[in-house]
């Protein structure tokens, strides 16, 4: 029995911001400046599979993604696993006939099926795929709410991949951050014709981690404050109602604006920091004159810690608006045309 080994596995999808998290103001909770809003995308699409496994023949912590041994010391990995750790106690304490993993060593095995830190989320999928095969390994009765609270002190935006489609996280009042996670704005069948195509403008790993950047940001920008204080609360009560009223062309104004605030503010940091490239600049060309051409809005752009683009559309526009980015970008070298694909908001098992 000493050589049993205990596993769990899933999947967590990607999600993309709409209303960006940009700012700390605790940065061993990981709590923002800011809340935030986002898509999670299909798990069939951009993802991370991890397996979860415990025994007592392993020695020590382990994490493995995409078959490289990653480094687990850092204080975000740790608090995630001494919270997952503490619950499960919690569990044995109950139930005396419930085996003792807290006290094995762990085995996390993760795949994501796209380039990591490329500004495409690997760390919120990354997160939330750890968070919950640690969880569904142990146990756990936590509700989604309390598995996104720990989700988010290993990545920020980690905490919103723990449900599916529209998806807000509530920045918090309280010092402990006990009130920062995510919450469900509407499920993604509310919506289900929201399509988001990912063009890659490149899939090197960021030059400025979000971490850094958002320290460098919150220290130098004069921009900044006004964003967290003035700009965000506003958009995301209109973000939601959007949402909940499926109005596209409001949601796609609040997110192209929301994408190039953000890009401001990072612009205004001191040293300037730029993630969008030529490229994502000509991304942006297109957007506007599909929407130009269309004489209404049809397309929102929107751009994370990196060059490439996310693009929301309709479903009924998928000629108007994919069609147009695969003409007209899809050879040019930059882009990997294969990553220019469709997909779909989704759903996360509860
Ligand atoms: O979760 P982090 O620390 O990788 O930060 C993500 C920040 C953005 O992707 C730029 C915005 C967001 O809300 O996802």
């Not at 999928?125 to 569904?136: E, K, N, Q, T, Y």
């Amino acid at each position: 029995a000493n050589a049993d080994v205990h596993r769990s596995s899933t999947f967590a999808p990607v999600n993309i911001a709409v209303i960006k998290y940009w700012g700390k103001r605790d940065t061993a909770l990981n709590l923002p400046t800011n809340s935030s809003l986002s898509i999670t995308l299909s798990q069939d699409d951009l993802r991370t599979h991890t397996t979860a496994s415990c025994s007592l023949k392993y020695t020590r912590d382990a994490l493995v993604l995409n078959g490289e041994d990653q480094d687990i010391s850092g204080a975000r990995t740790q608090a995630c696993l001494r919270e997952l750790r503490g619950l499960r106690k919690e569990v044995e304490a109950k139930d005396g006939s419930v085996p003792e993993l807290s006290g094995m060593a762990l085995k996390i095995v993760s795949e994501n099926n796209f380039p990591t830190a490329a500004g495409l989320a690997s760390s919120a999928a990354g997160f939330a795929a750890l968070v919950r095969a640690i969880a569904d390994l142990y146990a756990l009765p936590s509700p989604p709410a309390e598995l996104s609270r720990i989700a988010r002190q290993g990545s920020g935006s980690a905490c919103r991949s723990l449900f599916g489609g529209y998806v807000a996280w509530k920045m918090g009042e309280e010092t402990d951050g006990s009130d920062s996670a995510a919450y469900e704005v509407a499920p993604a069948q509310h919506w289900p014709d929201m399509r988001a195509l990912i063009l890659v403008a490149s899939a090197e790993k960021k030059d400025v981690s979000s971490t850094v950047g958002m320290q460098a940001t919150v220290k130098t920008s004069e921009r900044f404050a006004h964003r967290a204080e003035n700009i965000v609360p506003a958009r995301m009560a209109a973000t939601e109602e959007c949402v909940k009223s499926r109005d596209f062309a409001t949601f796609a104004d609040l997110t192209m604006r929301d994408s190039n605030n953000f890009h401001a503010t990072c612009l205004d940091t001191s040293p300037p920091i730029f993630y969008m490239n030529d490229t994502s600049r000509a991304a942006v060309r297109v957007c506007e004159a599909i929407n130009t051409h269309a004489g209404r809005t049809i397309c929102a752009y929107t751009f994370d810690a990196g060059p490439n683009a996310v693009v929301y559309y309709l479903a009924e526009t998928e000629a108007q608006v994919a069609g147009a980015f695969r003409g007209i970008v899809g050879h040019k070298t930059g882009w990997d045309n294969s990553r220019g694909r469709a997909i779909q908001a989704g759903e996360v098992p509860k």
